[in-house]
């Protein structure tokens, strides 16, 4: 059973840089695992952040940047927001069109 | 734009059935993956199914197989959930996404939900 790691949450002061990771409990993440990147506010569906590790999707602002940093994917913000403040969800690529879900990092702007 | 709406949600009782769909437009539909994820309340996002662009191939999460059933209909842009022998656990809002495979793998577009109440 692979399971997707992230940190549960964080908090970061407003125009702050946060990095959120997200790991595998048994492995190293790489970008053959094509990480993604998924923000949700409460009542709100999911948006697409980050695609391939490292690509915006259509409308990100650059403040919003995907990397690996070590063993797992990252997701840094730079100069962070009050509307950025949500639930930011990782998913990594098994193959076979199969993805894990990473259980969600709630951020805290504050 | 690219459109995504999910409808059948509804309260069921225990061990019931219901079909969810989720109506595409604005883009080329049949030219995509397509899946179900939902997010129990309060919970993380799970996927529950994936079915290929041309319904050849489909996926379960191990939570629903054998219970649930996903395909689409191309002439009509629309994606289906049938879910059977529903659970308390089933309870969650069901989202519907645009599955970008073949060398990016993960989801375009995301539409806004359809909420699932199973009681007892």
């Known amino acids: 059973q692979t399971v997707v790691t992230q940190e549960p949450s964080f908090s970061v002061s407003p125009g702050g840089t946060v990095t959120l990771t997200c790991g595998l409990s048994?492995?190293?993440?790489?970008?053959?695992?094509?990480p993604s990147w998924y923000q949700q506010t409460p009542g709100q569906a999911p948006r697409t952040l980050i695609y391939?590790?490292?690509t915006r999707s259509s409308g990100v602002p650059d403040r919003f940047s995907g990397s690996i940093l070590g063993n797992k994917a990252a997701l840094t913000i730079t100069g962070a927001q009050a509307d950025d403040e949500s639930n930011y969800y990782c998913?990594?690529?098994?193959?076979?069109?199969?993805?894990?879900f990473g259980g969600g990092t709630k951020l805290t702007v504050l | 734009q690219v459109q995504l709406v999910e409808s059948g949600g509804g309260v069921v009782q225990l061990g019931r059935s219901l079909r969810l769909s989720c109506a595409a437009s604005?883009?080329?539909?049949?030219?995509?993956?397509m899946y179900w994820v939902r997010q129990a309340p309060g919970k993380g996002l799970e996927w529950v199914a994936v079915?290929?662009?041309?319904?050849?191939?489909?996926y379960y999460g191990d939570s629903v197989k054998g219970r649930f059933t996903v395909s689409r209909d191309n002439s009509k842009n629309t994606l289906y959930l049938q879910m059977n022998s529903l659970r308390a656990e089933d309870t969650a809002v069901y989202y519907c996404?645009?599955?970008?495979?073949?060398?990016?793998?993960?989801?375009?577009?995301w539409g806004q939900g359809t909420l699932v109440t199973v009681s007892s």
């Open positions: 996404a645009t599955w970008r495979g073949s060398g990016y793998y993960y989801f375009d577009y």
């Open positions: 048994s492995g190293s993440v790489s970008t053959s695992y094509y």
């Open positions: 998913v990594l690529y098994m193959g076979s069109d199969i993805v894990v």
């Open positions: 079915i290929s662009y041309d319904g050849t191939n489909k």
């Open positions: 604005g883009f080329t539909f049949r030219n995509y993956g």
């Open positions: 391939s590790t490292n």
